[in-house]
């Protein structure tokens, strides 16, 4: 029963950078692999990227591999997504989910614009 909530949402230049947090609220412990997944309206749902609990396995779409980094900080429940060399394919709404056992979580979404 968490409840996920993205932040750092806004416009990049492309070229640019930008990071996203999300923040694992209800519990006091955050044990499950983490990612982010990004849609668009002409665009299903894509996988961005996935970290495991300690963060020494992550997985990337081919798509952002070499520009993304994905990353967490256990204490502070909070998994972000580094954005580097922006391109105009990376504007989307960004939403970060949380896998149990039974069920994937997701968090509000944060939309990312960019700009040439």
């Known amino acids: 029963q968490v409840q996920l909530v993205e932040s750092g949402g806004g416009s990049v230049q492309v070229g640019g950078s930008l990071t996203l947090s999300c923040v694992a609220r209800?519990?006091?412990?955050?044990?499950?692999?983490m990612g982010w997944s990004r849609q668009t309206p002409q665009k299903e749902r894509e996988f961005v990227a996935s970290?495991?609990?300690?963060?020494?396995?992550?997985v990337y779409a081919e798509s952002v591999k070499g520009r993304f980094t994905i990353s967490r900080d256990n204490p502070k429940s909070t998994v972000y997504l580094e954005m580097k060399n922006v391109t105009r394919e990376d504007a989307a709404v960004y939403y970060c989910?949380?896998?149990?056992?039974?069920?994937?979580?997701w968090g509000q979404g944060a939309r990312v614009t960019v700009s040439s």
């Open positions: 989910y949380e896998d149990t056992d039974t069920k994937r979580n």
């Open positions: 209800g519990r006091t412990s955050s044990r499950r692999v």
């Open positions: 970290i495991s609990y300690r963060g020494g396995s992550t």
